[in-house]
């Protein structure tokens, strides 16, 4: 038998809990950039279903003024969890970081130096 999917409530709780860790872990600079980026839930990317978080108004290289907001696709991301046996938790802080780190003008590559890629 196949268990079923966990519900929407119970997935924007734990990405809740995931992102109050990261936000408790941050040094003061980082935390105070993400302290003004709201970060939305949603199901999935209307857009873009394969996805697991979005950024709005990306400025390379530079803090962006506009903060955001960070948007994660929940089910998007407990998908891909129970497709390839990882951590939902895990994905949603990786996510998280990921998109934190566009608000703070963070490339690709820059993310992938710091091991948020």
Same mark, same amino acid.
């Given at each position: 038998? #196949?268990?079923?999917?966990?519900s929407?409530?119970?997935?924007? #709780? $734990?990405a809740?809990?995931? =992102? /109050? @860790? %990261?936000?408790?872990e941050l040094? +003061?600079?980082?935390? %105070?950039?993400a302290?003004k %980026?709201?970060?939305?839930?949603? $199901?999935?990317?209307?857009?873009?279903?394969? =996805?697991?978080? #979005?950024?709005?108004?990306?400025?390379? *290289? /530079?803090?962006? +003024?506009a903060?955001g907001?960070? =948007? !994660?696709?929940l @089910?998007?991301? @407990?998908? &891909?969890?129970?497709?390839?046996?990882?951590?939902? /938790?895990?994905?949603v $802080? !990786? #996510? &998280?970081?990921?998109?934190?780190?566009?608000?703070?003008g963070w490339?690709? *590559?820059?993310?992938?130096e710091? *091991?948020?890629?």
């Amino acid at each position: 038998m #196949t268990p079923s999917p966990p519900s929407w409530p119970n997935l924007q #709780t $734990r990405a809740q809990s995931v =992102i /109050e @860790a %990261v936000l408790a872990e941050l040094p +003061p600079e980082v935390l %105070v950039e993400a302290q003004k %980026v709201p970060c939305l839930f949603e $199901r999935e990317c209307a857009e873009d279903p394969d =996805i697991f978080g #979005t950024y709005g108004h990306f400025e390379p *290289g /530079e803090v962006s +003024p506009a903060n955001g907001p960070i =948007i !994660l696709y929940l @089910a998007t991301i @407990a998908d &891909y969890c129970d497709e390839e046996g990882e951590d939902y /938790e895990t994905e949603v $802080r !990786l #996510t &998280y970081l990921h998109e934190l780190g566009h608000h703070l003008g963070w490339d690709e *590559g820059d993310l992938e130096e710091r *091991g948020l890629d």
